[in-house]
Each structure stands twice: as structure tokens, then as C-alpha cells.
């Protein structure tokens, strides 16, 4: 079982290195909308794989996060380079169900 407390401070620790990558300022007024895409798409994909019965570990469910990052980044014109955000095929197949 994951612990919470785990998952979202290596959600956070991740969320400020890819910020870095793609040289955005944690206090960029993008962030705001694209922080409240990204927590919507990620409660849509987390709340997929719970019913599903997905017992994702703390790097998928970090890989998860920073993949519905990348998404709301974009949605806001910052694009991630590809090779910055690494995830299986799992976790990608959760975020494309949950967005339809």
C-alpha cells in the first residue's frame, strides 16, 4: 500500500524539476489555469484506475500526474519534450480513457 504523504511529495518534487526543464517560474500566472487542468484531468484518470482496480505504485501514480502536467502545459502553449516525461502503457491508456 502507498502512503499519501509519499505520493504527493514526490508529486511535488517532480512537478518543480519538470517546471525547471521547461525554464517556467513557479509563480507564472499560465500555472494557474494549467494547474486546474491538470488536477482535472488527473482526478478523472486516478478515479478511473481505482474503479478499474488499478493498485498504481507511487511512480506510476507520480508518472500519471506529470503526464496530465505535460497535458495542461500544452493546453497553455509550454510544450514538454517528450523523452522530460517517461510513463507505461498503463498509465498513458488511463489519462486517453479518462479525457473522453
Not at 8 to 31: P, T
Not at 42 to 71: H, I, M, N, P, Q
Request: glycine content about 6%.
Amino acid at each position: 500500500m502507498i502512503k499519501m504523504r509519499n505520493v504527493f511529495s514526490s508529486m511535488e518534487k517532480a512537478q518543480g524539476e519538470l517546471l525547471q526543464k521547461v525554464a517556467v517560474s513557479s509563480s507564472d500566472g499560465r500555472l494557474r489555469p494549467v494547474r486546474e487542468k491538470t488536477l482535472e484531468s488527473f482526478e478523472g484518470a486516478w478515479a478511473l484506475a481505482v474503479r478499474r482496480g488499478f493498485a498504481l505504485d507511487e511512480r506510476e501514480v507520480t508518472s500519471l500526474y506529470l503526464l496530465c502536467l505535460k497535458k495542461g502545459l500544452a493546453s497553455e502553449g509550454i510544450q514538454v519534450s517528450p523523452n522530460l516525461v517517461a510513463a507505461n502503457e498503463r498509465v498513458i491508456a488511463l489519462i486517453e480513457e479518462a479525457a473522453r
